[in-house]
Nanobody, 113 residues
Framework: QVQLVESGGGLVQAGGSLRLSCAAS????????MGWYRQAPGKQRELVAR???????NYLDSVKGRFTISRDDVKNTVYLQMNSLKPEDTAVYYC???????WGQGTQVTVST
């Protein structure tokens, strides 16, 4: 059974930090490019960051320098460290296993002014 379980979301003030985690099971984790997406109310889901199995990374322009994606292939977990959060970062954040096209259930991030 495939599971991608996100955690670490919550409510934080602008300028604060959160660290999201996504624990995967039932997939060949180390062979997958992993991504973090987000979807705000009334908006399309967008790619925030992705990391390949060779640790190459890509970021949405608006989060460059503030967010960092990383992975632990022993723990089958991908992380998103989010610093200097802004109200416009408010969204549901989803974990995605690109090769197998599996999604997590999402975790809410709310940034208050």
């Amino acid at each position: 059974q495939v599971q991608l379980v996100e955690s670490g979301g919550g409510l934080v003030q602008a300028g604060g930090s959160l660290r999201l985690s996504c624990a995967a099971s039932g997939i060949f984790f180390r062979g997958n490019t992993m991504g973090w997406y987000r979807q705000a109310p009334g908006k399309q889901r967008e790619l925030v960051a992705r990391i390949t199995r060779l640790l190459s990374t890509n970021y949405l322009d608006s989060v460059k320098g503030r967010f960092t994606i990383s992975r632990d292939d022993v723990k089958n977990t991908v992380y998103l460290q989010m610093n200097s959060l802004k109200p416009e970062d408010t969204a549901v954040y989803y974990c995605h296993a690109e090769g197998d096209d599996y999604w997590g259930q999402g975790t809410q991030v709310t940034v208050s002014t």
